[in-house]
């Protein structure tokens, strides 16, 4: 018989499948902003994403919000347009966050 998965296993499977999964919805936000530029709201909304408008509270917050890593720093450099964004920043979210919807995995 075999040997029994300890939380170890289970932790690098879970850990594995997160990334395969990131990866996945990555390459998915890429091809919407690829083939719908004009359109792409709705594109990531097809898939799970939830568009949100900024509220009075949330503009303040942000503007008066400083980057505490080295992926929001590049993060505002490539909002700004002084940066190319690196694949790891790929990762931190902005207006959209992945819709919490049944049938459906959500990450964050």
Do not use: W
């Not at 990131?22 to 939830?50: A, H, W």
Request: hydrophobic share 25%; aromatic share 8%.
């Amino acid at each position: 018989m075999g040997r029994k998965a300890g939380k170890k296993d289970k932790d690098r499977v879970a850990d594995e499948f997160e990334k395969l999964e990131n990866e996945m919805i990555s390459n998915k936000v890429k091809e919407i902003f690829r083939t719908q530029p004009d359109n792409y709201i709705s594109g990531l909304e097809d898939i799970g994403f939830e568009y949100r408008e900024d509220d009075e509270y949330e503009e303040k917050e942000e503007r008066e919000a400083k980057p505490e890593n080295r992926n929001q720093r590049d993060l505002v450099a490539f909002f700004e347009g002084r940066k190319p964004l690196m694949r790891r920043s790929m990762h931190c979210g902005s207006c959209f966050q992945r819709a919490k919807t049944k049938g459906r995995s959500s990450t964050s």
